[in-house]
């Protein structure tokens, strides 16, 4: 058989770049970001290196939810532009060179979609109901829900429907809020839509999809409570078999397209074996590593979770890609610096503020990012973070949009503490951000010395770390191995090598030594004496590997 060489895809080692779109930047001065401010800004995401994008939802929208509440999902909302303008975005992007994959919600539209809204109007028996999961309520008058499943937001996942005639009606199921209730997969008309919108955008240029909630569109047709000895791996609205049946439709229906397209889940699982059934070969290729996200800055911990994450077989690609933060999540810089640095996944959110140390958690963040990009794989950056963006904790309730914000032990700020829209230059609020002087959440005025304008001009700041990392990293590391081999250097230092190349995280009290003939090519944090200091990483190569010019911790050329 003749020797065939086939390039690993595209997206196997890239760096994408999480864009949230509200709050990245206002292109036409309503204080909301959009797709005008995105385009201006094309060059700056150039600059830091980034391979792709990942866009948010710009869908027409309520917006209860950010955007995940979807009235339809072939025309961008004009909060954000118009589908010209998205056509446009999509030819820049790769005219940059970069790529760019979209946000797909499979699980739920929103209340005001046609679909819910013709539901209701067309009354009880109507078919246009069997696209969603309507059901009578329980007891005499039917005034309790009809199962016992709670809302990812917490309360029921169910809400008693109130007919046009003003009659309270049957329940509909929705496991996120009451704006967006659940559609029914088991309805052909559901699974039509789902491909003519993956079509659409495919057709536009998309280099692929990020499935929201991936594990949820399938429910036990019986609608069973959870039975009180449950296991909690096994619940009956999440993670069902036939819920593959999605992924694999939707792989065959892109792997029909020309090129090359990356399909990558929020697939938030307890086990490992779980969260691998959503990328076996004929599914999507990736999930997000959430178990990395969420652990706290603990060495062994660390070294855990990336040895589970990596495939056995060398050359089976990570299956997770490597993320500290989202738009979900409370920002990695806050989190290291607090008690506590771990993130629950089980949407309470952890609330700490008053035992954030904010210079520990900059050096975290910063070592951190080092870690993350020496890693096989795939990495997600959340907008934001390569400036060095803490949580924004005090936000007047007033101000807050999240939904999650308004529910009953979750932190007031809900998740709005991570989506206040980016400083990007001047020394007051709005940072640049909109030509109006509001932006849609308050910035505080103490970021005026995080602004990118300001980090691009200082050679020790976090901007141009991230910098430096990624062009050291697309310069250098596709060659390197995909496998990686631990050092032991101690329990407080996380060492690992691929090939020549090493990195080191000290996450001791104590400064350690450097190997001895290695060569020094970024650090997160200045060395003293060749001694890599508590919280900080480095990333070396033995001598006599063919090295560029070494970057010092500030990214400026040292030799
Ligand atoms: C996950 C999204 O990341 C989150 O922002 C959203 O609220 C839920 N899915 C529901 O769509």
Redesign the pocket.
Known sequence: MPFRYSAPPWWRQAVFYQIYLRSFADGNGDGVGDLAGLRARLPYLKALGVDALWV?PWYTSPMA??G??ICDHRAIDPLFGTTEEAESLLAEVHDAGLRVIL?L?P??CSKQHPWFRQAVSEGPGSPSRDRFWFRPGKGPDGSRPPNDWPS??GGPAWTRLTEADGTPGPWYLHL??HH?PDLNWNHPDIRADFAHTVRFWLERGADGFRV??APFPVKNPSLPDIAPHASPTQLPYRDQHQVHEIYRALRALTDSYPGSHFLIG?VNLPTPAQRARYVRTDELHCTFNFPYLASSWEAHKLRQIITDSLPADKDTPAQAAWVLS???TVRHLTRYGRDDSSFHMDGTFVDGPLDTNYRTGFARARAAILLTLALPGPAFLFQGEELGLPEVEDLPRAAVHD??GKQPNTPAQG?DGCRVPLPWSEDTPPFGFTTNGTAWLPQPSSWHGLTAQRQEADPASMLRLYRSALAWRSCHMPSLPTTLRWVDLGTNVLAFARGAFLCLVNFGAHPIPLPRETQVHLTSSPLKERRLPQDASAWLTRSGYPAPPSLSHDGTKSS
Do not use: I, K, M, W
């Open positions: 948010t939810d950010g995940y509440d946000d919600v699980n739920h990812q937001f996120f809020s967006q929201d909630a929020e989202n738009h979900d939904l999650a998740r």
